[in-house]
């Protein structure tokens, strides 16, 4: 199963990550499929830079984000954009 995650990247103590799409059995800073952003939460306000078409055709294709990913897709407009796509594909 694939997975939507955060990679952690960064020096110790100053944190930033990578949005990535992964197997659910490879560690968090493991191997992963294709990277769908990154999240820089120390910055004031905290960046969130998101490749909305990647991560909704992950998203349609079946992949499960962690809670905190899907929070950081809905910030960016990636869910909604994958809850109306989801909605036209039911609707054919």
Do not use: C
């Amino acid at each position: 199963m694939v997975k939507l995650r955060l990679m952690r990247m960064g020096k110790k103590k100053q944190p930033t990550y990578r949005i990535v799409a992964a197997d659910a059995r490879s560690p968090r800073d493991g191997r992963f499929i294709e990277i769908l952003g990154h999240y820089n939460p120390r910055s004031e306000p905290s960046e969130i830079v998101v490749d909305n078409d990647k991560a909704v055709a992950w998203l349609l294709k079946g992949a499960q984000p962690t809670e905190r990913v899907e929070k950081l897709l809905h910030i960016s407009g990636a869910y909604e954009q994958f809850e109306s796509a989801k909605g036209q594909k039911a609707a054919s």
